[in-house]
């Protein structure tokens, strides 16, 4: 089944302890994004990579950092996660086709106190 | 730069009715997408239905289908004979031919269905 999976879908952390989310997609697509959900503001562009090993800032990059080691794999890291932080994130994938849709994964809810 | 302008907060219709949800959007592109995306309460993002830039037919997927006025710069999502299971969160969104694959996005409409 072709699909995005992010892990993990709920997390808890307190401000300062490094995380990761992990993202993985198992239909070969070059494109792969996070995107961060907050109310009122629709879904912003953290990061986005064009394939392995190139990556690129979106609109709110700040605090967060990427890596593409490998095509399926593109994992995001809070070094020192704050309470403005405190988000629903989303991992996408798409093919480069400008006319096909990306494919989300399930979310991450994340909350920092 | 792309934006989305999606001006219903919230909607409540009677099941079995159609319902339209705007949107609006704004590029100096020519050649673009534009998406619309389902969200409900279990919090996961699902692709309805997509309209090029260049399609000179409005798109459809069942009882989805997509309004696309070019001149206006509207890409309004109609669901015919609405039912229960409707009830959710849509984001309109665009991506362009040049830059990085970005979806740009609305805020969104909560929908709601009314038995």
């Known amino acids: 089944e072709a699909q995005v999976t992010q892990n993990p879908r709920y997390l808890i952390t307190v401000t300062g302890k490094k995380l990761t989310v992990t993202c993985s997609q198992n239909?070969?697509?070059?494109?792969m994004s996070w995107y961060r959900q907050d109310p009122g503001l629709g879904l912003r562009q953290i990061y986005y990579?064009?394939?392995?090993?190139?990556?690129d800032k979106g609109d709110v990059p700040e605090g967060y950092k990427v890596s593409r080691k490998e095509k399926r794999n593109f994992p995001l890291i809070l070094e020192s996660p704050s309470p403005n932080q405190t988000s629903l994130y989303f991992c996408?994938?798409?093919?480069?086709?400008?006319?096909?849709?990306?494919?989300f994964g399930q979310g991450t809810r994340l909350t920092v106190v | 730069a792309q934006k989305i302008t999606q001006t219903q907060p919230g909607m409540f219709v009677q099941e079995k009715e159609a319902v339209t949800l705007d949107c609006t959007y704004d590029?100096?592109?020519?050649?673009?997408?534009l998406f619309w995306y389902k969200q409900p309460s279990s919090g996961e993002m699902i692709f309805l239905i997509y309209?090029?830039?260049?399609?000179?037919q409005n798109a459809t997927e069942g009882r989805y289908s997509l309004n696309f006025q070019k001149a206006r710069k509207s890409a309004n999502l109609v669901i015919s004979a609405s039912q229960l299971g409707d009830s959710a969160m849509y984001f309109c969104?665009?991506?362009?031919?040049?830059?990085?694959?970005?979806?740009?996005f609305g805020t969104g409409t909560r929908l709601t269905i009314i038995p």
């Open positions: 996408a994938s798409s093919l480069q086709p400008m006319n096909t849709e990306a494919f």
């Open positions: 239909m070969n697509h070059e494109y």
């Open positions: 990579s064009m394939n392995v090993e190139v990556t």
């Open positions: 590029t100096s592109d020519q050649s673009y997408g």
């Open positions: 309209q090029g830039s260049y399609d000179e």
């Open positions: 969104a665009m991506r362009v031919v040049f830059g990085n694959e970005k979806l740009t």
